[in-house]
């Protein structure tokens, strides 16, 4: 299964027989106080800096989030998205809440985005999936509904195969579908890792979707995170998702390794490239 995307002048392909597509996360101002301030003061200075240090890093789709306190994402995104894809030849991941937001960024869009997010919601399938029909986006779908989280790797992915259902109702193919499984704190609960885990692999087996995660979700609140989320997107692609949503300056390389180990990377040339890439002390 294949989905692809377009930037203005590229394609990428997500699927289980090439290597793991990095969607780099950092145009994001969750967490960023800096960048936060700075949206809200209507400075946009930083996306092009971020955009392009992503693309370096190896990242081949850029999430794009201008959603901080108070800020106007239907005014804003589109200059974000506009601002991208005049730095960088990648296609983006329009990520917001706000589903006049997310059209208004499809708008400016060059080439074929993917869309962050829709769950199982009605409400989120009723607002979303449309636009995403209208577009001709990708879109993530994240295995959650009306009642939360399911607790169970069978209850997620049967949330899974409803949006299925109502994305086939509106004409959009299961490979316009990248699942997520959905990465909560190991901090708050052990077992939430090994339930991502089981749930990816049954999304890959019953449905044969491509996948994303946001690794670091995981990692909350414990210490030297980063150790966790290396190993947890090694275990995650074994799982079977392929396009992770992370940090490419501190994950790029170890993606590239996975890739190796995987037998996605012949010769080894992309972790050799990913790591001549890196900046030398």
């Given at each position: ?45 930083r996306i092009p800096r971020d955009a392009q240090a992503q693309a ?226």
């Open positions: 299964m294949q989905t692809v995307l377009r930037g203005p002048s590229s394609e990428i392909i997500i699927s289980p027989d090439t290597p793991i597509v990095m969607i780099g996360e950092r145009i994001n101002p969750t967490g960023r106080k800096a960048f936060s301030a700075e949206l809200q003061a209507g400075d946009l200075s370096d890093a190896g990242a081949t789709v850029l999430d794009v989030n201008v959603g901080a306190a108070s800020v106007d994402e239907v005014a804003l995104l589109p200059q974000a998205v506009r601002l991208v894809q005049d730095t960088v030849d990648l296609p983006v991941c329009i990520d917001s809440a706000n589903p006049a937001a997310l059209e208004a960024g499809l708008k400016a869009v060059r080439g074929r985005a993917l869309v962050n997010s829709v769950n199982g919601e009605t409400a989120k399938l009723k607002a979303v999936l449309p636009i995403v029909a209208e577009y001709g986006a990708a879109v993530i779908a994240l295995c959650m509904d009306d009642n939360g989280i399911p607790a169970t790797p069978e209850a997620r992915l049967a949330v899974a195969e409803a949006i299925l259902e109502q994305a086939h109702a509106l004409g959009i193919p299961p490979e316009d579908i990248v699942f997520d499984p959905l990465v909560m704190a190991v901090g708050a609960d052990h077992t939430a890792g090994a339930t991502t885990l089981a749930t990816a692999r049954l999304i890959r087996s019953t449905l044969g979707s491509n996948m994303t995660a946001g690794a670091s979700n995981a990692s909350h609140g414990m210490p030297d995170r980063e150790v966790l989320n290396t190993v947890f997107l090694a275990l995650l692609a074994q799982a079977g998702v392929n396009a992770p949503i992370c940090n490419p300056l501190k994950n790029g390389l170890a993606i590239r390794a996975i890739d190796l180990m995987m037998g996605h990377d012949e010769w080894g040339m992309g972790y050799i490239q990913a790591y001549r890439a890196l900046p030398k002390e």
